[in-house]
């Protein structure tokens, strides 16, 4: 349908109806640019099309033999393509067009007046000259945030974008491609930057599934219905936690060091008595399990060195203060024994584990709370609720919420995570189209509202994001999805970074991370996680394409923190104390990094023609020279290869011979099948 409306738009208004000979050869490769356009816009904008309109004629670059030019209008840039003929200028490329002047006024045409616009000529030496009111205004487009790509027309319709030629430009010339809309060559790296978009160390990550060796597999009875507020399954260093579809709110526990198939018999589990609401691993400790149940209750388990060998049926401990069932919980990043949790009593309560008690009841929400989240120095907490509100919390100063903002407008579910040392909260929750959408707010301005926003997708689970503080790079999924979004975050704009995302096989059930120490350093995987499929954990490592793995790339690896060690205490904590995570290298003993590495001089693909003409005088290289030349020319007494054919006119073959001078012999054919159905129609 578009390529018929093009079909169209050239006969009528391009002023081709006068040259029929050129028309069909002409069309096909502009509508071969306009595809050519398209993939562009794909490749390079990532924008979907809003629409096209076309510059007048008075405005085109007739010297470069510019036939149309069009703006694109994407969602942020408006973007120039212009349609050029490989030629000079030629005046039956361009008949007189209409001109800018009215043939008569509103009320001459209302008395029956009929007049018609006066044509002018598109030669840059008879055209008139415009008025201070006629200028075109496209002069001014290079403050658009775009920048135009010459869609040359080629004699081959397969050509790449890649080999097509930019064309001259006269600086003689008066239109408005000429004088304004190419970047001078001291804006050459900004343009570039403009047109590309911001660009990531992290744009070309890879997510990669690693060995079957690694997995784990034959997992039977897995629970698919857990809430919306848990990840669905949680891991550390050593253990994975895995709930079963089986009464009891039962959960298998699996070593990560005996990867592999899972016998057919019973398996040892935790078993709960209640279903399961949520389930957290103590980072501080890997034999402790914290669970949250459908009976309001907190139970706490400790799995046995080695792994569990017979099933646990008494907890070590058990919290109960919530009147209702249990939305999530959260361990405290940086102090022992502390632990905080979120329910259907629209309380947030905070408990210590050494005492078992509750030290702090939160309130404020109005509704369900979706999420809570610790900030990085273990001060403060945000929450996300349905009553459409994020809230900070100072839990040992107050009850109620020091900070309060307005939340994503869908209500379907949300999370919320601190990103960029703890300046910023982000959100993924859903707008009231249902659609996911990434919020970003200044932690120390909630109620300003969303600093930024970006759409991701339609889907109806939450996404469950991974932040990773050490590069800034957020990475999310839904439970059910196939596909794993990357976001580089940065603080200012653009804010968010779009990078190569990951597609699974088969929709996952969830994807947890290890710590940073599990990383394959000398491979440069920057992030580890487990995926549970339905009946599999698959390790997937997250690589960033590198060519001199040989070296240490520190500039991905800056000193990690051991968040698996307790900065303090919870009575500590509670008391006013504050602490940090101690820091260390992630640079093998063996390795140079990168910014360390020895800079190597710049190496020729090709050496030059003096190397091998040095040794050759003055005389033996015009002799060489010549001989090349007559080489090409080849004898003109020589037999041409037709002469040794039969049933050939000798008219024919000189006609071929020309035309394979002039074009290309596949353009020449379609032209005379053209011209034949022309003349018998």
């Known amino acids: 349908k578009a390529s018929s409306k093009l079909v169209a738009f050239?006969?009528?208004?391009?002023?081709?109806?006068?040259?029929?000979?050129?028309?069909?050869?002409?069309?096909?490769?502009?509508?071969?640019?306009?595809?050519?356009?398209?993939?562009?816009?794909?490749?390079l904008l990532d924008n979907s099309t809003r629409g096209v309109a076309m510059v007048p004629k008075m405005a085109l670059d007739v010297m470069s033999c510019e036939v149309m030019r069009v703006l694109q209008l994407t969602d942020s840039c408006v973007v120039p393509i212009s349609y050029q003929v490989p030629r000079k200028f030629?005046?039956?490329?361009?008949?007189?067009?209409?001109?800018?002047?009215?043939?008569?006024?509103?009320?001459?045409?209302?008395?029956?007046?009929?007049?018609q616009v006066e044509k002018v000529s598109l030669h840059p030496?008879?055209?008139?000259?415009?008025?201070?009111?006629?200028?075109?205004?496209?002069?001014?487009?290079?403050?658009l945030q775009g920048h135009p790509r010459d869609s040359s027309t080629s004699s081959s319709p397969l050509s790449t974008p890649s080999s097509s030629a930019v064309p001259s430009r006269s600086p003689s010339s008066t239109s408005g491609l000429s004088s304004g809309f190419l970047p001078s060559p001291s804006q050459g790296a900004k343009a570039i930057q403009n047109l590309m978009g911001p660009t990531s160390k992290f744009r070309h990550i890879q997510g990669t599934v690693k060995h079957k060796d690694t997995h784990i597999t034959n997992i039977r009875g897995l629970n698919l219905t857990t809430p919306g507020e848990c990840d669905g399954f949680c891991v550390n260093r050593q253990r994975v936690a895995v709930p079963l579809a089986?009464?009891?709110?039962?959960?298998?526990?699996?070593?990560?060091?005996?990867?592999?198939?899972?016998?057919?018999?019973?398996?040892?589990?935790?078993?709960?008595?209640?279903?399961?609401?949520?389930?957290?691993?103590?980072?501080?400790?890997?034999?402790?399990?914290?669970?949250?149940?459908?009976?309001?209750?907190?139970?706490?388990?400790?799995?046995?060195e080695g792994g569990l060998k017979e099933t646990l049926t008494e907890p070590e401990l058990i919290l109960q203060g919530h009147t209702e069932k249990i939305y999530s919980i959260k361990f405290h990043p940086l102090a022992s024994n502390l632990l905080v949790s979120s329910s259907y009593d629209l309380s947030v309560r905070l408990w210590n584990l050494e005492s078992r008690e509750q030290v702090k009841l939160l309130t404020g929400h109005q509704d369900q709370v979706f999420g809570v989240a610790w900030s990085p120095d273990g001060k403060l907490l945000a929450t996300v609720c349905k009553d459409g509100k994020v809230r900070i919390y100072d839990p040992r100063r107050s009850t109620e919420p020091v900070q309060e903002g307005p939340g994503p407008e869908g209500h379907r579910g949300a999370r919320v995570v601190w990103v960029c040392d703890g300046k910023y909260l982000l959100v993924s929750g859903f707008?009231?189209?249902?659609?996911?959408?990434?919020?970003?707010?200044?932690?120390?301005?909630?109620?300003?509202?969303?600093?930024?926003?970006?759409?991701?997708?339609?889907?109806?689970?939450?996404?469950?994001?991974?932040?990773?503080?050490?590069?800034?790079?957020v990475i999310l999924t839904g439970k059910g999805d196939t596909r794993v979004y990357i976001y580089e975050v940065a603080p200012e704009e653009p804010y968010f970074i779009e990078c190569s995302s990951f597609n699974s096989p088969e929709p996952h059930k969830g994807l947890a991370?290890?710590?940073?120490?599990?990383?394959?350093?000398?491979?440069?995987?920057?992030?580890?996680?487990?995926?549970?499929?339905?009946?599999?954990?698959?390790p997937v490592a997250f690589r960033v394409p590198r060519v001199k793995k040989e070296f240490?790339?520190?500039?991905?690896?800056?000193?990690?923190?051991?968040?698996?060690?307790?900065?303090?205490?919870?009575?500590?904590?509670?008391?006013?104390?504050?602490?940090?995570?101690?820091?260390?290298?992630?640079?093998?003993?063996?390795?140079?990094?990168?910014?360390?590495?020895?800079?190597?001089?710049?190496?020729?693909?090709?050496?030059?023609?003096?190397?091998?003409?040095?040794?050759?005088?003055?005389?033996?290289?015009k002799e060489e020279l010549l001989s090349a030349m007559v080489a090409k020319l080849g004898n003109m007494d020589d037999p041409l290869p037709q002469e040794s054919f039969q049933g050939v006119d000798e008219d024919e073959w000189v006609s071929v011979r020309l035309q394979k001078g002039r074009m290309n012999f596949s353009v020449y054919k379609a032209l005379h099948k053209f011209l034949k159905w022309k003349k018998k129609k």
Request: charged share 20%; with cysteine; net charge negative.
């Open 90 to 115: 030629q005046e039956d490329l361009y008949p007189d067009t209409a001109g800018t002047s009215p043939a008569m006024s509103a009320e001459e045409w209302w008395q029956g007046g009929n007049k």
């Open 125 to 143: 030496d008879k055209r008139p000259k415009p008025s201070a009111k006629q200028l075109p205004a496209v002069t001014n487009l290079r403050l």
């Open 246 to 304: 089986i009464s009891g709110g039962q959960i298998a526990v699996f070593e990560r060091s005996q990867p592999g198939k899972l016998l057919d018999a019973s398996l040892p589990t935790i078993q709960n008595s209640v279903n399961v609401a949520d389930f957290a691993w103590d980072p501080f400790d890997s034999q402790r399990l914290a669970v949250a149940g459908d009976d309001a209750k907190i139970r706490v388990w400790r799995v046995p």
């Open 10 to 43: 050239n006969t009528d208004q391009a002023g081709m109806t006068k040259n029929r000979v050129l028309l069909p050869f002409l069309l096909y490769l502009v509508k071969a640019n306009f595809v050519f356009f398209y993939l562009n816009n794909h490749c």
């Open 552 to 621: 240490f790339q520190d500039d991905l690896y800056p000193d990690t923190a051991v968040w698996w060690e307790s900065a303090l205490t919870a009575s500590a904590w509670l008391s006013g104390s504050n602490g940090q995570h101690k820091k260390i290298s992630l640079k093998p003993k063996d390795m140079t990094p990168l910014s360390e590495a020895p800079k190597e001089a710049p190496v020729r693909k090709y050496l030059p023609s003096s190397v091998y003409l040095e040794e050759k005088t003055d005389e033996q290289k």
């Open 513 to 538: 991370f290890l710590p940073k120490t599990e990383c394959n350093v000398p491979d440069v995987e920057i992030a580890v996680g487990l995926m549970l499929a339905k009946t599999t954990i698959e």
């Open 431 to 473: 707008d009231s189209r249902s659609e996911r959408v990434l919020y970003l707010y200044s932690a120390e301005s909630l109620s300003s509202g969303v600093v930024a926003s970006i759409p991701v997708n339609v889907s109806p689970s939450t996404l469950i994001p991974f932040y990773d503080p050490d590069t800034s790079v």
